[in-house]
């Protein structure tokens, strides 16, 4: 393992909450009894409170059904112009009929998937998000495993799903954590299909439904994604802004009203803005640190992270930060562009904050018998092995 030498930063401000962990949070509290507050670019947590208890996701529980989709569509295996029939079961359980949220999808009626996207993301369709499940997989219960099989590729341990609506079932549960990473996911892998979740109304059937988002309209630079409620819950809701080219993402759960869901967000977002800036260490594309090479035709190849680095800092007091590049190595030539082989480690005085994954920002081709014996040479003599 290789560990370059500490880059201190001077940074006339404190880094506040830590990335990877969490750490103490300044005094700050809320009505809900499930929350965390990520910022996007980083992950960094700025608040969270029982953020890894288990919850009924109600209507959250639709934004994993998106993210299915929304993959197999960049990958071909979907395209927003399949039509999905409506079945009774959809039909009953979702439509106007159960008396929940529906986009009113007509018994029988075949309808295009785009659509059934909108009806399920901005008017929270029941039916819309069961004909998905039965159009992909048959029925709900099948498609619920597809749904727990990529919950689990993308790294939401902690949630189960049970069916495609949050309609209420005893083994349905998530935690907001896993709900805020699933929307960074989201907004980071699929950001033209992320659009719909700001989109303020969708007709079908002749009926116009706002979307449920309380946030929208709220001037903070609110652009999705999904509330939820069930009796067994309370009101929830995972959300996302942007102000001066920062982006929040909030997850709640348990409020009492959709008042208080709308004033606790508000709070929450309005604090993350107030409280804590972003800080660019690194710019796109600028070379963080160099990694040795063996056996290629240069001795070193330079690292970048993928993106600009950046971390979240509080407005007030003083910071110690310092940064690491670490390594296994050396890297045995040949070696690829955009290789990830190593992670920056960005610490505020004693304490690690944030975990950068570094990529190789050239390729170092295999070297010649005369170089590749000199590197052994120089293994032999300073055990770089």
Same mark, same amino acid.
């Given at each position: #393992?290789?560990?370059?030498?500490? #880059?201190?930063?001077?940074?006339?401000?404190a880094v506040g909450l830590a990335a990877v962990p969490a750490v103490a949070q300044p005094a700050f509290d809320t009505k809900a009894k499930h929350a965390i507050l990520m910022d996007y670019d980083s992950g960094t947590v700025l608040f969270e409170k029982a953020a890894d208890e288990p919850t009924p996701p109600a209507s959250m529980a639709k934004m994993m059904v998106a993210e299915y989709v929304f993959n197999a569509l960049k990958h071909g295996?979907?395209?927003?112009?399949?039509?999905?029939?409506?079945? /009774?079961?959809?039909?009953?359980?979702?439509?106007a009929a159960s008396g929940g949220s529906t986009m009113f999808a007509q018994l029988n009626s075949r309808i295009r998937l785009e659509d059934l996207l909108r009806g399920m993301?901005?008017?929270?369709?029941?039916?819309?998000?069961?004909?998905?499940?039965?159009?992909?997989?048959?029925?709900?219960?099948?498609?619920?495993?597809?749904?727990?099989?990529?919950?689990? /590729?993308?790294g939401l341990e902690n949630s189960t799903f049970r069916n495609a609506t949050g309609l209420p079932d005893p083994e349905q549960r998530v935690t907001v954590r896993d709900l805020a990473m699933l929307a960074r996911h989201i907004i980071r892998e699929y950001?033209?299909? !992320?659009?719909? =979740?700001?989109?303020?109304?969708?007709?079908? @059937?002749?009926?116009?439904? +706002? @979307?449920?988002?309380?946030?929208?309209?709220?001037?903070?630079g609110a652009d999705g994604l999904k509330t939820g409620y069930i009796a067994e819950a309370g009101y929830g809701l995972t959300a996302s802004a942007v102000a001066n080219t920062q982006r929040l993402i909030l997850s709640m759960n348990g409020l009492?009203?959709? +008042?208080?869901?709308? *004033?606790?967000? +508000?709070?929450? #977002?309005?604090?993350? =803005?107030?409280? =804590?800036?972003q800080v660019t260490l690194f710019e796109p594309d600028e070379v963080v640190a160099e990694a040795s090479v063996y056996g290629g035709v240069q001795g070193r190849v330079p690292l970048k992270a993928e993106g600009a680095v950046r971390v979240l800092v509080a407005r007030s007091g003083e910071s110690d930060l310092k940064? &690491?590049?670490? !390594?296994?190595? $050396?890297? #045995?030539?040949?070696?690829?562009?955009? &290789?990830?082989?190593?992670?920056?480690?960005?610490?505020?005085?004693?304490?690690?904050? *944030?975990?950068? $994954?570094?990529?190789?920002?050239?390729?170092?081709?295999?070297?010649?018998?005369? &170089? +590749?014996?000199?590197?052994?040479l120089g293994e032999l003599l300073l055990g770089w092995l």
């Open positions: #393992m290789h560990i370059l030498a500490l #880059m201190r930063i001077a940074v006339g401000l295996r979907l395209s927003l112009d399949d039509e999905f029939t409506v079945s /009774e079961h959809a039909w009953r359980t979702g439509g993301i901005v008017q929270s369709g029941n039916d819309a998000a069961i004909v998905i499940a039965e159009g992909i997989a048959g029925s709900e219960f099948a498609f619920s495993d597809l749904l727990n099989k990529r919950a689990k /590729e993308i950001p033209d299909l !992320y659009k719909m =979740f700001a989109e303020p109304e969708f007709t079908w @059937n002749k009926i116009t439904q +706002r @979307n449920r988002n309380p946030l929208l309209n709220e001037g903070i009492s009203s959709p +008042r208080e869901r709308e *004033q606790e967000a +508000r709070k929450l #977002m309005e604090w993350g =803005f107030r409280s =804590f800036r940064a &690491q590049a670490v !390594y296994t190595g $050396p890297l #045995m030539a040949p070696v690829a562009a955009n &290789q990830e082989v190593g992670t920056l480690k960005i610490w505020n005085g004693d304490q690690l904050i *944030q975990e950068t $994954p570094l990529h190789t920002a050239g390729d170092v081709g295999r070297g010649s018998l005369h &170089q +590749r014996a000199f590197d052994a």
